[in-house]
């Protein structure tokens, strides 16, 4: 079973690139399969049940939405194999722009959004830097030009990744994609493969469910700000 | 060069004469929060007094730093392989949606303009988009592309993916909260052309040539008019962009002269491409393709007489603007100001 790994922040059109290049790779029926990781809720189930694809959601609630991925996507892999499917895809969103659900060898795919500013690539960190496919959306309703400046802030992060640009809506470039999907390393499973980079970190009195606020309440791992005397 | 060639000069050169070298670089560190650091020092001493823990959010040691560094110098200071000049693309014929063959072998050259005609939902951007993703007969219209009549290696079609073709749709717009300047600074810088300052000023002046109203370097893109939008893209694409094939979709509704533009484009040595339904765009073509049902039905080449009628359809369009003058100004439309036919 060939696993790629989907990220990139809320609402960048992660499904709708999934969706287009799932048709794209023109496997089957039922043979390609999404397990989406999320926080609170989701809908995009429906849109994978409506296209007939085997698909799982969970929800992080309150764990760090990375550390859930990481405990959680060997079982996914346990479900894909399963059920059978020939590829497996995880779909999980940065949500605090720290996350990077990528493992080694295991290609990697971020998805970004040309409406969320030029200066987003340089602020979306490892994400970004460790994809080896940077995917890039919404992209019919801004300028030439501020597609090509867009690329260039991507490379200037990941001067590596391949960066194609997809329409979410219409499928465009989702073909090419497609290309670098059929590629994918063929794996049984993921144990004892590494992360291509840490997880958030966050070990203190807040993720025990602390409400208090004051220095007082506070241990375990915390970082202090530093502000300018006065 | 390979970037640890890079790694003695970086390591013994204050930092300034580096930024000064590679302004680029600046860039790299202010992307891991180095900015603003002492240019006296070299790049090993500054991060001496760098706190390992913020590197380290970022994955990174001291020496890492120095090798990305440097291996970031190295990815913009590669000296760009002048671009396989593209001297036609040609068009193989696939099959339509019915899964009729097409018959048709079509090679374009730059300089050229190709108007795409049929009804809406016809396949004109499908054709669109095989050129754009150099098609090999993988697409659902199983149509191929050719390049300087072959087939385009497997690297060159992923690697050249998206800069092979520039876009321009009616649909796109600006986003981006800078002015013209900085917007057409920020490309030439992204585009790393030297002497920039010149192709901006030569960028701004030609789009205001083609824009129906003026406007100035200071003003934000994204108040610019739809049509000044357009022929600030389009002088932008021309000038500054390196893509050698242009798709269009759709020029018209815009307040922009379109006979100037297309004239630019072409005159610029690009391979064009458009969509239009527009008779003074797709009679100004060289050649027109007319699709239907998904397939191309045939390559019309424009004809003498079509170019004669060119005048007369002039004349109504310029009657057509007349009367939308009128409108915008406030006037009242008066039937004389509309000439009876035989007369145009």
Redesign the interface.
Known sequence: MKLITVAGPPSSGKTSVILKTIAALGLPEGSVGVVKFDSLTSFDHQRYDEQQIPNQTAFAGKICPDHFFVSNVEGAVEWGMKKGLSVLITESAGLCNRCSPYVNAILSVCVIDNLSGVNTPRKIGPMLKYADIVVVTKGDIVSQAEREVFAFNIREVNASATVLFVNGITGQGAFLLARYWQDALDIRTLRDRKLRFTMPAAICSYCTGETLIGEMYQMGMVKRMEFDDV | MSALDYVAEVSAVPIGDILRRYP?AA??L??IRLSGVDETKTLPEILEDVDEDMLEE??LDREEVIFHFC??IE??SRVKRPDEAISSITILGGRNKTGRPEMVELTITPGEVVSIVGPTGSGK?RLL?DI??LAQR??PTARQILINGSVPDADKR?VA??KLV????Q??????DLTVQE?LE??AK??MIAGSAAVVEKCFAVANSLAGEKFTLDTKVTQLSGGQ?RSL?IA??AL??S?PIILIDELENAGIDRREAVKLLVGNEKIVLMSTHDPLLALRADKRIVIRNGGITKVIETTAEEEETLHKIEAIDSVLLDIRNQLRGGGIVAKESIPEFQEI
């Not at chain 2, 520039?166 to 749709?169: C, G, K, Y």
């Not at chain 2, 649909?171 to 981006?176: G, I, L, R, S």
């Open positions: 680029l860039d790299y202010a992307n970022f994955g291996a970031f990815a913009f951007s988009e754009e993703c993988d697409t992923f993916g998206g520039a876009q321009l749709s649909n796109m717009n600006f986003v981006m917007f920020m490309h992204s585009r939008s893209m932008d694409t500054l962009g893509s």
